[in-house]
């Protein structure tokens, strides 16, 4: 194992610990914008892992969500990237709702390599490493089996402009609504990414989410079989304002409903 992926995980187990301890009794909540929080835990969990990953990796690049700044594009064609999301679903975190994941993704020169998305709240570790598979808890997963978007369940999420963009987001959710069978927002993009790796989702969609909610699901969605783009079908990367990823069958419908509404303005 890539000794990334061994710090990763041993990192994100840490980190969920705080999390699972503190679940819905954070101190201190921020808000960084009108509907965006952060927390006192959020900070200690960022800090365990920039500390964990800056001692192993001195000379490594981290990008971390509540770090200040935010910064440009050059890194990704930089050796050695760290992307973490402390916690990610801190929405849920403040509500005391048991569905929130530590994020960390490791890409060298633009390829993902390495992966750990841990829920504390399951005890589930998803891991990836590049080439090498994706895993649950030590279990190989595999994307589901779904042919056609009418028996598919489907799950998205809302981004921060939301009250700003409502209809246009809700066109989508409208228009995959009647397309699939069922949809959901559970409100933590890094375990719809590997929901959609263990088969329990059959594809996601989502804008303007940020490399630290993608970084890592990106890789365990492909490593279980599935495939990730653009909504234009581009090769994806974890810079890019706008996610689909799918157990690979379901890639082409899904595609074709986005290009559709693209083309109505949506
Ligand atoms: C959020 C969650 C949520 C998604 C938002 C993200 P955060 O991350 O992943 O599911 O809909 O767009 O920003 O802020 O809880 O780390
Ligand atoms: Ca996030
Ligand atoms: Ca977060």
Known sequence: MLLQSRLAA????????????????????SFKSEVDLVTEVDLAAQALIVEGIGDAFPGDRIIAEE???????PELQERG???????????????????????IGYVEAGRPRAAA?????????????????AFLNGRRLGVSTTRTLDRALLVT???????????AYLAYFRRFMCAAQDLRRLGCA????????????????EWKLQPWDTAAGWLIVQEAGGLVSDFDGAAYHPRLP???ATNGHLHAQALEILAELSRAGS
């Open 117 to 133: 998305v841990y829920d504390p709240c399951k005890d589930e570790l998803f891991l990836a490493q590049d080439g090498s598979g």
């Open 10 to 29: 041993d990192l994100a187990r840490r980190a969920g610990s705080l999390i699972a301890d503190a679940l819905g009794q954070a101190r201190s909540v």
């Open 190 to 205: 890094s375990l719809d990414l590997c929901y959609v790796a263990a088969g329990r989702f059959d594809g996601f969609w």
């Open 81 to 103: 990237c760290w992307y973490v999301d402390p916690i990610d679903g801190t929405t849920n975190f403040v509500h005391g709702l048991p569905h929130v994941a530590v994020s």
């Open 157 to 167: 999420g809302f981004p921060y402009d939301r009250r700003q963009r409502v209809d």
């Open 67 to 73: 770090d200040d700044g935010r910064p440009d594009e």
């Open 242 to 244: 706008r996610i689909l």
